[in-house]
């Protein structure tokens, strides 16, 4: 804004991170936030429809479209990153709910002990007979007679140094053994005896988190677990954002981006794991690997295009992606080593939710269990030792930040438990135990049951005209004071509210699942009283009180102990198949068994969503818990 | 010499070529050949022994060594490139004698027709169902059920843009299928109906010349053909040479080198076959590859350490190297392809010798059949459909240019053929028809044989005191002169001559190649009269006189219709292999039967040698053609 003299290129300073960063002229902000490095939400992938990347800048720039803020934002100098454009030297404040904050990442997981341990990879000691000039066979072919296997082969990095460490080792060699579908292959080749030492890698590449586990395949156990935020945060937060970006060409970026995140992961699990040891773990000693992640973060891990996967049919490049070396994937392991992909039953079906079934075991008993994996797209799962049916339902990013107002995802600064009291204040939890900054997905089940008990909306999740200050009518519709600014943390320049736009965002999503899970059921002839349990899996189930997520009709009304949560499913079915072919095996039938349905296309998916769209359902013989319970005024 | 002022960086011109390049104080004018491209003859790998390397400096510069010149090349301002370091700019003439020029190249195969087509390769025109939401199987799943295989792989960079070409085809496409080895893989996909051309390239790695074809793999016409030489001779001629200089830490460079030269000569080749076609024949057409060199060619090609081959033993890093794709071998191929690279038996007996045999045909038939390949080392195979021995004997450079005074590769400025007249003068050709720079392999066997029969030297092949001013003595020993300087190429500053060592140097060799043969022959219990055909491969033969092979004792003296030349059988091999699967069970059959027997630990092979080191022979029952001939004067 100010008419200081012209130059090139632009300084953009960042407060109160004190960085820099020199962009074009013209460039918007939140190019420029990129550029320094600066972590910044937009969920929208930069579009300017979510509204998310509030900054406050000072100096030379042109605000662009604002029409999403408030007066009062306003007022106080607010614009967003992805409209505002850097015109000249510039100083931002980047507020804090505009940032990526550090992450509640879910690493716990079942850790179930696999009864008989079959990796896919294995240490030989060999003694071989030195070469003579009467046995002058080729070292390699040396190796492959004392393994007893003439068609095992060996990359180019491996025969790349074979003769010296034969010969280090005085012609005695560990040789790593790798057989994955059928392809024996000598991964890696020490001098001397170091078969007490096999490690490999287990990633989930989840959208928000990448998590991972350094797994000893001699004996089973995790050694080592970290987690880190993915990087293409940036770029976009929900998958169909992050396709856009890479469509725009932004591919490669996106790609080097997760690619980035999980050797971060890794080089944090080789930290860890060395620590207080003689010779520090490498890379070179991970010699296998095993990665789950939805089908577009494995696409994107790949580097193949996801355009067919956003636009209908959805159609994904590949399933089953076929087995690469690290080296291939530009993953800091050793460059032979194998890795193994989850397989994707469909574009919104991914490697994960296969991963989960497999860790759930629900495909080997007779007992009818339904998966439940609530993200940004909910993804479930019915089924037993007999059949899978599986779904996905664009449940919409309500319960990971987006599209409500006042959500974000379950990090420090949000609320991931609220009761609403008698005079209509809330009592809440916050993660990290600071100032509430939004709400979480749990935060918000919570509030919406709590809302519904107090009268305070009614069974269409319509805020009723109240008379407290807790209700207050605006020019967009009427709105639900969860929390007063100044009770905020830092930054905050409105109250907490939650407006009825948000809770139809809400109700619709519930709905989706609600629905689906239906569907599902009416498809395979079942009965809600037929499920023999139901299995959560997920980061979600961690803050999750199952009883409000029954109270608004989100979760079927079945007996409580028949709810199991498995955490971080997806990882824990990496580390099984990475331990036993028996799960290598059994990840092969469920991808291959596993009936998706498409509930685009499905006509009884709408009336079931429909009929879900009232607290907790229409038809209320389905919620016999609530059957009984006094309705709250102006409900119908 | 001069005393110019200092500076860093120094200057070194090269004429005729009028290049100039900077180097550091203190490097070898060959070093500073080398940095501006200037291919320079240096059989020794510029060590200082082969005395190749001859130019004449002017400007700031140290001689170094040179005690192995003459005094008239000393008084005329000659130095050797690898002895003398740069101490300032300078200006250097390399001497015509040099360098490394143009060769004949052996392009010239039997092309034989192979009766039943089957190349690893096929395309396939597939009609896939468009996607829909009732069938949206991804692209990859969509193509394999299409070809009815659910095992075949994709590369990824196959896979990274397959749903685009899908889409341009408007889901017609055409798939390269490979099945090499038993691992079935879809290679590329075009858009549309593109089964009308399938390209292979089939190429030999020479360690003086690399030869390649294109070939159509729907008829098996070879549809062009290309040459060059090996851009690793500029760091040592032959194979030791440049095994040392891997040792010192050129290894990647050789790699490089070799790589550059088949990039090359495919260039060449595209060039060729696009000339005059609508849409021009692109790298990525060629999507198959067959190659075939000795050990140590394969070895610098895939990049692996030749150390262990120079070095008793003798033990190559692998003798089968696993195929590889385009890619991993850096060609200017389609990096899907899949390289197929012939087997080596040993240390120095590669993959070309069993391209060698697999062209002969001498596996198939029940004829006694004898092969030799004369190089810098002479290979020897004899066998029939029952059975192959091979060997390898170190023959010495002589009839490649090395260790014999007057020697040269057969390029243009070689003598090739040679007459002696009664007055001992010698009339001869010259390759390109210009004046004789020196004289190749082919040119030194018809001289030892002239020289003989005129008794200019005797049954050991020492030079006789003869009155006449071709014969003279110098500090060395006895010299024949072959041609005056005056009739020489330009710059030659000595004249043309023969001496006693290098005659010596000849009579090793052929006597190496005949005592290996007779070895052969010794262990099978075969005797030369057994023998139904005798095979001569590669390059040496294209200017061989038979005869005069045979009268100096190098080859058998049986009748000469059952003499067959092949030519570069390493390069029909390669061919036959992309061809044919019989063909490539053949290679595989031959290389797993060929007994291999080390003449270094051989106790017959220093007899057979000793009496093979007379011409014709020891023992004249072997030759009976010369039984009757009189023995000149001087003979015992």
């Known amino acids: 804004m100010s008419g200081e003299e012209r130059k090139d290129g632009c300084t953009v300073r960042f407060s109160p991170d004190g960085v820099a960063t020199d962009v074009a002229r013209g460039v918007t902000v939140l190019e420029a936030c990129r550029s320094a490095g600066i972590a910044i939400d937009a969920v929208c992938g930069g579009t300017g429809k979510c509204g998310r990347c ?8 042109d605000p662009g479209d604002t029409s999403t803020l408030t007066a009062d934002e306003r007022d106080s100098g607010i614009v967003l990153a992805c409209e505002a454009t850097v015109t000249g030297d510039l100083e931002v404040e980047v507020l804090p709910r505009s940032r990526i904050r550090q992450h509640q990442i879910l690493v716990r997981t079942l850790e179930a002990p696999v009864t008989r341990l079959s990796p896919w990879l294995k240490k030989v000691l060999l003694e071989l007979p030195k070469a003579t000039l009467y046995d002058n066979t080729a070292d390699f072919e040396r190796v492959q007679r004392a393994l007893g296997d003439r068609d095992l082969e060996m990359p180019i990095i491996t025969l790349r140094n074979m003769s010296r460490v034969v010969r280090e080792g ?38 928000t988190t990448v998590v991972g586990q350094l797994i000893d395949l001699l004996t089973g156990n995790v050694v080592a677990s970290a987690s880190e935020y993915n990087r293409q945060i940036s770029r976009g937060e929900d998958v169909i954002a992050r396709m856009m970006y890479s469509e725009e060409g932004g591919g490669r970026e996106l790609t080097s981006l997760a690619r980035e995140t999980v050797n971060s992961v ?13 010779s520090p773990v490498t890379t070179h000693d991970l010699v296998g690997a095993s990665i789950a992640g939805n089908t577009i973060m494995t696409h994107f891990f790949v580097g193949v295009d996801t355009r067919f996967i956003r636009l209908e049919p959805y159609v994904p490049v590949a399933h089953h992606m076929p087995p690469r070396s690290g080296y291939d994937l530009g993953l800091d392991i050793h460059p032979s080593s194998e890795v193994l992909l ?16 497999l860790a759930s075991g629900m495909h080997r008993g007779d007992d009818i269990t339904m998966l439940i994996d609530v993200g940004t797209n909910g993804e479930i799962v019915l089924g037993c030792d007999e059949w899978l049916v599986s779904c996905a339902c664009s449940a919409g990013p309500a319960f990971e930040g987006g599209e409500v107002s006042c959500g974000m995802r379950a990090m420090h ?48 999740a319509r805020i009723q005209a109240l008379p407290t200050d807790r209700v207050r009518r605006t020019d967009e519709g009427v709105e639900f004071v969860v929390e007063r600014r100044d009770r905020l943390g830092n930054g905050a320049t409105t109250d907490l509210v939650v407006t009825d736009a948000d809770l139809q965002n809400v109700l619709r999503t519930k709905a989706a699942i609600f629905g689906a899970a239906t569907v599902l059921l009416k498809k395979m ?9 139901l299995v959560i899996a997920g980061g979600f189930g961690n803050h999750l009180d199952i009883d409000r997520a029954v109270s608004i009709g989100m979760f079927p009304d079945i007996p409580r102990e028949k709810y199991r949560f498995i955490g971080n499913g997806a990882l824990e079915g990496a580390r099984l198949a990475l331990l036993s072919d028996d799960m290598r095996n059994d990840m092969v039938e469920i991808f291959e068994e596993m009936t998706y349905i498409e509930l685009s296309v499905d006509n009884d998916f709408y009336d079931e969503f429909s009929s ?7 038809d209320l013989e389905k919620f016999p818990s609530f059957r009984e319970k006094k309705l709250p005024e102006g409900a119908e």
């Open 54 to 61: 509030k900054v406050r800048p000072k100096g030379s720039f």
């Open 170 to 207: 005085d012609w005695t060699v560990t040789a790593t053994v790798a057989d994955l579908e059928g392809r024996g292959e000598i991964t890696r080749l020490e001098s001397g005896d170091k078969c007490g030492c096999l490690l490999g890698l287990a990633v989930d590449i989840g959208t």
């Open 266 to 278: 890794i080089s944090k699990l080789l930290d860890d794991v060395s620590r207080g040891r003689e």
């Open 342 to 357: 989850f397989p994707s039953r469909a574009g919104y079906l991914g490697g994960d939710v296969v991963a989960d079934v």
């Open 413 to 460: 600064g949000a609320m991931d438990r609220i009761r609403v009291n008698d005079d209509l204040t809330s009592s809440y939890h916050v993660i990290g135990d600071e100032p509430p900054n939004g709400i979480c997905g749990s935060g918000l089940i919570d509030l919406v049951a709590e809302m519904y008990e107090h009268g305070v909306i009614d069974r269409k």
């Open 525 to 533: 002839d079942e009965d809600l009283d037929d499920l023999d349990s």
């Open 612 to 618: 879900s769209l009232f607290i907790p359902h229409t």
